[in-house]
T-cell receptor
């Protein structure tokens, strides 16, 4: 079946560092891809999405490009802030649900 | 206005009790879900409803029974609670089953 693999965390960075969180997927069709963010004690919020190959999703300085050839959707940000500390989930759309990766915790220190 | 709201936010109860979690969405979506998040943050789908009809039931014990009185509501009733049911339960909704989902704030269930 379809699946999503994310890099293990935690990812620990200093403020203003460059962020990459890797995400690869396995799918039989052409899914949409998503990044969600979960701040402590809160629900998941959609961060960005891409619906077809070569699409780039972006929001709040975060970007991810749908790469069909490498089945990847890596999340990047040029300069992280302490307020970006959260758990990030990569997900894909199956025919009738979203399938999530295991989540990657990001910790940003001043 | 909260798009997807679930109550209660916290629920502490003893083993063997029966409890319910309520969920409502005001987005006009046709599809609603229940997800379970374990202590390691892993998210697993439990149920999916489309227009009040059950679409997905992912090998969840039959102690868990979802109820959808209308397409804006999807409640979760749990009978005979066990220690292993302790988790955060998220309600979500989407326009279609393969589009982005909007999540509630979660219900942290602790069974003691």
């Amino acid at each position: 079946g379809d699946s999503v693999t994310q890099m293990e965390g935690p990812v620990t960075l200093s403020e203003e560092a460059f962020l990459t969180i890797n995400c690869t997927y396995t799918a039989t069709g052409y899914p949409s891809l998503f990044w969600y963010v979960q701040y402590p004690g809160e629900g998941l919020q959609l961060l960005l999405k891409a619906t077809k190959a070569d699409d780039k999703g972006s929001n709040k300085g975060f970007e991810a490009t749908y790469r069909k050839e490498t089945t990847s959707f890596h999340l990047e940000k040029g300069s992280v802030q302490v307020s970006d500390s959260a758990v990030y989930f990569c997900a894909l759309s199956d025919t009738d649900k979203l399938i999530f990766g295991t989540g990657t915790r990001l910790q940003v220190f001043p | 206005d909260t798009a997807v709201s679930q109550t209660p936010k916290y629920l502490v109860t003893q083993m063997g009790n029966d409890k319910s979690i309520k969920c409502e969405q005001n987005l006009g979506h046709d599809t609603m879900y229940w997800y379970k998040q374990d202590s390691k943050k892993f998210l697993k789908i439990m149920f999916s409803y489309n227009n009040k009809e059950l679409i997905i039931n992912e090998t969840v014990p039959n102690r868990f029974s979802p109820k959808s009185p209308d397409k804006a509501h999807l409640n979760l009733h749990i009978n005979s609670l066990e220690l292993g049911d302790s988790a955060v339960y998220f309600c979500a909704s989407s326009y279609q089953a393969d589009t982005e989902a909007f999540f509630g704030q979660g219900t942290r269930l602790t069974v003691v």
